[in-house]
Nanobody, 122 residues
Framework: QGQLVESGGGLVQPGGSLRLSCADS????????LGWFRQAAGKEREWIGNSLTLNGRTTIADSVQGRFTISQDNAKNTLYLQMNGLKPEDSGVYYC???????????????WGQGTQVTVSS
C-alpha cells in the first residue's frame, strides 16, 4: 500500500466549514476501505467515517452525522471530508487511512497519512 497525504486543515470559526483532502491515493480501484479519523488533544483517536472504494458507499459516525460528509473523486484518486457546522470540539488532527478487509475494524487500516490540524475557535 502507498502513502496518503492529507491537506485542507486550518483555523476556522465555529459554524464554519472546511474540506479536507486525502490525495495521491491509488486505492480507488478495487476494494479498499478509506477512512477518516481524528484525534483531539488528550483524547484517543476517533473513527469518524469511511468509504468503500468498490461502490463509494460511505458511513459516518454518529458524532458528526449530519455535519460531515465523505466523498470520493476516483479520477483524481482523492478522498474528501466535507465538514460543516464546525464546533470547537471538532478540533484535532485529522487523518485519512487505507486498509483492506473489514472497513469497520480499526486494525484493518494499515496505511496512514501524516495528519492535518483542524482548529475551530472564535
Amino acid at each position: 500500500q502507498g502513502q496518503l497525504v492529507e491537506s485542507g486543515g486550518g483555523l476556522v470559526q465555529p459554524g464554519g466549514s472546511l474540506r479536507l483532502s486525502c490525495a495521491d491515493s491509488p486505492y480507488t480501484i478495487g476494494t479498499y476501505c478509506l477512512g477518516w479519523f481524528r484525534q483531539a488533544a488528550g483524547k484517543e483517536r476517533e473513527w469518524i467515517g469511511n468509504s468503500l472504494t468498490l461502490n463509494g458507499r460511505t458511513t459516518i459516525a454518529d458524532s458528526v452525522q449530519g455535519r460531515f460528509t465523505i466523498s470520493q473523486d476516483n479520477a483524481k484518486n482523492t478522498l474528501y471530508l466535507q465538514m460543516n457546522g464546525l464546533k470547537p470540539e471538532d478540533s484535532g488532527v485529522y487523518y485519512c487511512a487505507v486498509g483492506s478487509g473489514n472497513c469497520f475494524s480499526r486494525a484493518t487500516y494499515k496505511t496512514w497519512g501524516q495528519g492535518t490540524q483542524v482548529t475551530v475557535s472564535s
